[in-house]
């Protein structure tokens, strides 16, 4: 379980309506509590979380900050399906990453401390990025797309030698921001 929780509820209906789950920490699967995988609202209470359209922490990743999101839409889902969560741990203000462009830790190497609307102005040469190396407290964000659009990849602490280590099909990443806890 993560060393990090705040409170999410997921709701079945829109507007916060029907049968609702309440979470404090790791969801691995929502349908072993008895929630089946349609969510259609949430209201993150505390923490920033990061949720999966599928259990035991599987594809389509989404970063919900505190606030209410009344449909899918508002966490840019393209459908109502949603299988587990877990809060993003954030112990502090430090934030360091090493992107590398080859599988395991090899090739050229880019250090990031900030957020990075496009990858490519950090003189990295390439749009595909293979390893990272993820140091201090604080958790990132990673985007298929420049100026943090696409598909989305939440890393916290620790070292992905391939970009499938963070659940990515391929290695297009092209910008990169921190999480901030502001709750």
């Excluded at 999966?52 to 970063?63: A, V």
């Amino acid at each position: 379980m993560s060393q990090y929780s705040g409170k999410i509820v997921f709701f079945e209906g829109k507007f916060f309506m029907g049968r609702r789950l309440v979470v404090f920490g790791d969801s691995e699967n929502f349908q072993d509590r008895g929630f089946m995988n349609r969510v259609n609202s949430i209201r993150v209470e505390s923490g920033a979380w990061v949720c999966f359209d599928h259990p035991d922490f599987k594809g389509q990743q989404y970063m919900l900050e505190k606030g209410e999101y009344p449909d899918f839409q508002r966490w840019n889902a393209h459908n109502d399906h949603m299988g587990s969560c877990k809060p993003i741990k954030m112990h502090g203000q430090h934030y360091r990453m090493e992107l590398f462009e080859s599988q395991n830790f090899t090739g050229q190497c880019v250090e990031l401390c900030e957020d990075c609307p496009f990858l490519q102005s950090t003189g990295f040469s390439k749009n595909s990025l293979n390893a990272i190396k993820v140091y201090g407290d604080g958790a990132w964000v990673m985007y298929e797309e420049p100026n943090y659009r696409g598909r989305m990849y939440i890393v916290e602490r620790g070292n992905y030698g391939s970009f499938m280590d963070w659940q990515a099909e391929n290695p297009n990443i092209q910008s990169i921001c921190r999480v901030i806890n502001s709750s």
